[in-house]
């Protein structure tokens, strides 16, 4: 029996897999989506109601968890004891970190990938950010410009639903928006004092529901969004892409099967994809017309360089050689944390909204002239505080026994603490690539980073640490101290540029639709081809970039350049 072949294969169900096996599907593609780990499930998976008491490690979890696993690390957040029991996270894949280079590469792999517990931080990137080479003379820009993606941030927001305000900052374009999450308190002093720095501390652009949308419930604001939210009200695929793609019925899931490398016929064209079945662990293929791979950008390159062939001795479609170059991360720490006195004995509010990113200061820096600071480009800043259900300043003040937990106590509506976002440059030696020496135990070679922070990122990091000693001063606030370093690589999930996207098939992997130059039956869904990083967050873009790459993918297949299976 001839074996059957999809119209389009989709690696990964996360924020690029989920848009893309929705638009695909709604517009009658027969699609298999694949997904490493196992489905989701809203009622076993998202137990965020439960109280820290009721949990026999306080939240923390079993310390033997993950006792004989190959890969040990624990991943913090969201991989709590809310769902233990449940095999969420990838820890039976490894990876290595070549020497001097410690990346942390948290992976969830059940169906909806990270964004089953993302930050939900949703800005537009602008022209700052696509031109910037063109701005300060470094590295390359985008193969897009603002007028041209605008419209399907749009149609992004608008399907997800992000809540914001307009504020009129081209560096910061504004979009579609429903009404903004209240602010607390603390925000508006520590608005009041960045305006006497010069610092603008605005409504972030959060894909949290203020109001019902789309079928969705309103948030309840019960602060335990980063359990993954058990109501659905905000963006994840567990809620919106994947009930819509399985409503057409033209979809078939295939979980716990981890891909391991695209297979091509004899003209080095996509013809499916080779998997392990985790459970057996045979390998099996699946054939397509069409493979869109989705896999959270260094995974994607790592499936890539996987896909040796006589036609692709380096990788699938790397006649560039830029397939897993150019990796790019946001450097993230705390520049300051501390405490308003003004606070101390107020009561505590139910502002359950401490695990929302309510306001942020965008950019402010290198705006007027780009070279107006030590460093070029710019970074973002979050302040985070309010009166969180569990007090995570605990660490930064000192003390033991019945003594700390009266300043824990003391200080709960007071504390406050930044987190800067800063993005790095590309770099000739920061880049993925398959350890020679290594598999992982279904026999997969191991992906292997090359990583380390750079001159540029460093100095937004010092300059930093001096902008919250200011902002501190100037809201009367009484600072602990700030973090000694940056946090590991990799700590803040929003890499990028493993398979940059470009106009000239010589120094990118794929064109601007994110189809790559040398296969063009094979497309690319997620962060991995935004060639650099800005002050932003990726998964607002991923999807609206998702959307704009099916949408020529579909085009693609009416003029005949793909043909229906
Ligand atoms: C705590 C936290 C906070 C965050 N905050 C923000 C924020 O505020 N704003 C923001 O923009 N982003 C944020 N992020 C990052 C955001 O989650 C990611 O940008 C986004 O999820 C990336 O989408 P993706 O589809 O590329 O990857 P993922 O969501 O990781 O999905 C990848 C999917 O591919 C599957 N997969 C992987 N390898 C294979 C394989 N070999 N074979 C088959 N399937 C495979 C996985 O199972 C997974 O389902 C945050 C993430 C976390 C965890
Ligand atoms: S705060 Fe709102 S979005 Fe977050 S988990 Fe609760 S209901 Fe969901």
Redesign the pocket.
Known sequence: MAAKVYDAIV????????TAMKILCEAGLQVCA????PRMDTDQDYRGHRQVYDLKYRGYGDPLRLKGKAHQEPYS??ESEYSEGRDLFEHDVAYSNAPGTDWYW??????????N??????ARFGDIDFKAADLDGFGENWPVDYAEISPWFSKAERYMGVASTIQNRPSNPDGEYLPPIPWRCIDYIIQKGAEKIGVPYLPDRCAQLTVAHNGHPACHYCGNC?RGCDVGSFFS?TWFTIPDAEATKNLTLLTN????SVIVDEDGMVKGVA?VDRATPKEVEVYAKVVVL????V?TA??MLNSKSRRWPTGIANSSGQLGRNLCEHLYGSPGYGYLPRLLGQPATPDNIADS?VAWSPRWQNLKNPREEKFIRGYSVYIGGGCGEFPGYYGQIEGFGSGFKRDIKRYYPTSIGALIQAPTLPSPTNYVDIDPEKKDIFGIPQLRFHFQWGQNELLMWEHSKQVMVDLFKAMGGEMWGFDDEPNRPGTS??ETGVCRFGNDPKTSVTNKWAQTHDVPNLYIC??SIFPSCTDK????P?VAFTMRTCDHMLDNFKKGVHNRA
């Open positions: 690696v990964g169900t996360g924020a690029g897999g989920g694949i997904n490493s780990g957040v969201e948290k992976r969830c792999k059940a169906t909806g990938g990270k964004a517990f993302w930050g939900r931080s949703s980063s695929p099967a981890i891909v391991r998997y989705a896999a959270s950008c995974e790592h499936i990113t999930l929003h997620d962060a967050t990726t998964t607002m991923i």
